[in-house]
């Protein structure tokens, strides 16, 4: 009999076809296969800022961990914030005032006065960011994991933002106190900043971060606070004049939060996203002075020291009040004293129970 040569029908050929395509695929590992993902960026100069460009260099640095990151500028943070609260990003990269609401304990360090650190009578911004560098590199660690996790919401990393100082159109204004009567713009989300406003019997102008600069360069408010970074982009010399200054007393020092919705990103991203952030600390530092540097000299404004003791105390006195009301988190806040005293152990606080809980 003569031996039969089996047909390959059409459709038999078709499946084996899609099977040898299917194969390299079923040989990849599962964390090959990237999760398209959208990051939403605030940075007020949008795509020309640098917190653009660290995002973007963010991106290409995370895509070998599994992310394929499509990245949004965002020159209003409030909308930012809220289009990842409702689902249309799946992170979002802006401050910790705006991302509090999701971690309250990564935002401890943006607390008032929660990273200053005075020594002989004057701010050591050296021994400050010296805070902010142990903060990241704690809740960076693996060990701090969970405390970076709230529900659907994950801190996948920080990265530090600056000193906010103040701003004044009137070199007069060189202390808290002296600001009594004047008019402050209030970033109308941050209750804490209002609330030191009131303390020192200024008035709070509700703003936001669209119209902040606007409202000091126009004379509308005497005071704003901010970092050096919005100097130029903001045009704040507008606002200084020739009679203004910058208080060289930060109110507190910001930081940028990447905040991540778990569930859209590969198993255990989170930690290598924080890794690779907190690696970049001395980067983002270098770019902090740099800035500090833009502002010319003259306007640089030096606290005295009894004057620096006073607002330090106003700080605590509204920090502690803060945090009893809920709206600071006492875990952030007690590890932050913690890291003050060990980079200043000599300090009058180190010796008493006030941030401890």
């Known amino acids: 009999m003569a031996e039969v040569t089996p047909v390959m029908t059409p459709r038999g050929m078709a499946a084996v076809l899609a099977s040898v395509l299917l194969l390299p695929a079923l040989w990849l590992p599962a964390q090959a296969q990237a999760a398209r993902v959208r990051l939403c960026v605030y940075d007020p100069s949008g795509i020309a800022g640098e917190a653009y460009r660290a995002a973007t260099d963010y991106k290409l640095e995370m895509a070998q961990h599994g992310?394929?990151?499509d990245l949004k500028a965002y020159v209003n943070e409030r909308v930012a914030v809220e289009d990842f609260r409702t689902g249309q990003c799946d992170a979002v990269m802006a401050t910790a005032l705006r991302t509090r609401q999701f971690n309250g304990v990564s935002a401890a360090l943006d607390s008032v006065g929660a990273a200053t650190v005075v020594r002989l009578g004057k701010v050591d911004m050296d021994a400050s960011f010296e805070v902010v560098r142990r903060f990241i590199d704690t809740m960076s660690s693996a060990r701090a994991a969970d405390l970076m996790v709230a529900g659907a919401?994950?801190?996948a990393g920080i990265l530090p933002l600056g000193a906010a100082y103040a701003f004044v159109n009137d070199r007069e204004i060189s202390s808290l106190?002296?600001?009594?009567?004047?008019r402050i713009a209030a970033l109308d989300h941050d209750k804490?900043?209002?609330?030191?406003i009131r303390a020192v019997g200024a008035t709070a102008v509700s703003a936001d971060t669209m119209n902040f600069a606007n409202l000091f360069n126009?004379?509308?408010v005497d005071i704003v606070i901010a970092p050096t970074m919005?100097?130029?982009p903001l045009e704040l010399h507008r606002g200084l004049g020739t009679k203004g200054g910058v208080s060289r007393f930060p109110l507190t020092i910001l930081t940028y939060q990447l905040v991540i919705k778990s569930?859209?990103?590969?198993?255990?991203?989170?930690?290598?996203?924080?890794d690779y952030m907190a690696q970049n600390f001395d980067i983002a530092i270098a770019s902090l002075r740099l800035a500090d540097r833009g502002v010319p000299a003259p306007f640089w404004l030096e606290?005295?020291?009894a004057a620096v003791q006073r607002n330090m105390a106003v700080l605590r006195q509204v920090r502690m009040q803060m945090a009893e009301q809920g709206l600071y988190d006492k875990r952030g806040l007690k590890l932050v004293k913690k890291l003050r005293c060990q980079v200043a152990p000599e300090a009058a606080e180190c010796s008493d129970s006030a941030e401890t809980w």
């Open 67 to 69: 992310a394929d990151i």
């Open 153 to 155: 919401y994950e801190v």
């Open 177 to 182: 106190d002296a600001a009594k009567g004047h």
């Open 192 to 196: 804490a900043q209002a609330e030191v």
């Open 218 to 220: 126009n004379g509308n």
């Open 230 to 232: 919005a100097y130029k």
């Open 263 to 274: 569930s859209e990103f590969p198993k255990g991203y989170g930690q290598k996203s924080r």
């Open 303 to 305: 606290v005295p020291a």
